[in-house]
């Protein structure tokens, strides 16, 4: 089966749910980034656009926007779930893909991975081949999916880039959280105030051990612990610390599931069907900022999901503009279309937050 792309629908991402973020917390964008993908009926994508061509509205108020006509280099934070042995068998010889596909022309990249704790595995580097070796070294560690605890922490990382580059969060990891203390509402807060795009790539933890191969072998050196992971190595950061944000969780509609083999026993997909009444932060955050979660098993799957998020990156218009200035705390809803193209297909960020300066 191939890939599908979550859609979870714009009302959600506008974050009517009633979060907020603490008064005392300020940070100002100056400029707000709307990365914005146009693609035709047939998926294609549509190129050779200006910026008369594009209707951006912030709160159905049409704004002037700047159309940037060099791309910028990416910082790209790569997040990837190490508590789980049989995705990281399917991960390891992906990595040669990650340089020139996403990265691109001077890009950098960092790795972080978690399970249960959050680990920075590798800072910045422009060297893609460090991330790509890193890649074929991991082993399975520890318990849980503190998913939205590591896209804080690579929202941190990012927070750090120059303005001047594009800032990404791949992630790598089951559609669930098992483990965060944080909360969604303070991820979602955090890549809108820092213009952070994020893609995701999702798998069942049920469905996935089925696609295993027999003659898959874990890295020199593994250790088998229990439920098939490998037991942790020795030096693991410290989980991040708590941050004093509201406690409200989005709540997102059931989704469908997705798989691309057609093995399943009945209490493995009661388990996902389950799960599927839970807020799914992976499609829940990249949906708010313009991205795309695609549901992957196989390792082919991962390889084209990766094609595909590496081609609409590049493919990509990027608009900027100036927000108005803001009274209160508030969500401003994000809208582009093409002016008198309604047969195209456009995709954004959802919004930004306001912030009283």
């Known amino acids: 089966m191939q890939y599908r792309r979550a859609a979870v629908p714009l009302l959600v991402c506008t974050l009517a749910f009633g979060w907020q973020p603490d008064a005392p917390f300020r940070s100002n964008v100056p400029l707000v980034v709307a990365p914005v993908t146009v693609v035709d009926r047939k998926g294609r994508p549509v190129e050779n656009l200006s910026a008369a061509d594009f209707i951006l509205t912030d709160k159905g108020e049409p704004q002037r926007v700047n159309l940037d006509e060099i791309r910028a280099p990416i910082s790209l934070v790569l997040v990837v779930q190490t508590s789980f042995q049989p995705m990281l068998d399917k991960l390891r010889g992906l990595g040669n893909m990650i340089g020139p596909m996403v990265m691109g022309q001077d890009g950098e990249v960092a790795l972080i991975t978690f399970g249960r704790e959050v680990s920075v595995d590798q800072p910045f580097t422009p060297h893609a081949a460090v991330i790509a070796h890193k890649l074929t070294q991991l082993q399975a560690w520890g318990k849980g999916a503190s998913t939205v605890d590591a896209v804080l922490r690579a929202t941190e990382l990012l927070a750090q880039a120059a303005p001047s580059r594009r800032r990404v ?142 081609s609409e990156l590049h493919t990509q218009y990027v608009l900027t503009f100036t927000p108005p200035a803001a009274a209160e705390i508030e969500f401003h809803n994000v809208k582009v279309v093409i002016r008198g193209r309604p047969d195209l297909t456009v995709r954004t960020r959802a919004g930004y937050w306001s912030i009283p300066r």
């Open 169 to 310: 969060i791949l992630l790598i990891s089951e559609d669930t959280d098992r483990s965060s203390r944080a909360k969604p509402g303070e991820a979602l807060f955090q890549v809108a105030q820092h213009n952070i795009s994020l893609y995701a790539m999702t798998f069942s933890r049920f469905l996935m051990p089925f696609t295993v191969k027999p003659a898959d072998d874990l890295p020199p050196g593994a250790l088998k612990g229990e439920s098939g992971c490998q037991k942790p190595p020795p030096e693991r950061t410290a989980p991040i610390t708590e941050r004093p944000f509201a406690d409200k969780v989005p709540t997102l509609p059931p989704k469908p599931l997705q798989s691309d083999c057609n093995k399943a026993d009945l209490l493995a997909l009661f388990g996902e069907l389950k799960r599927a009444t839970a807020p799914h932060p992976a499609s829940l955050l990249s949906a708010y900022t313009g991205g795309s979660a695609d549901g992957v098993l196989r390792k082919n799957a991962m390889e084209r999901a990766l094609e595909a998020i590496g």
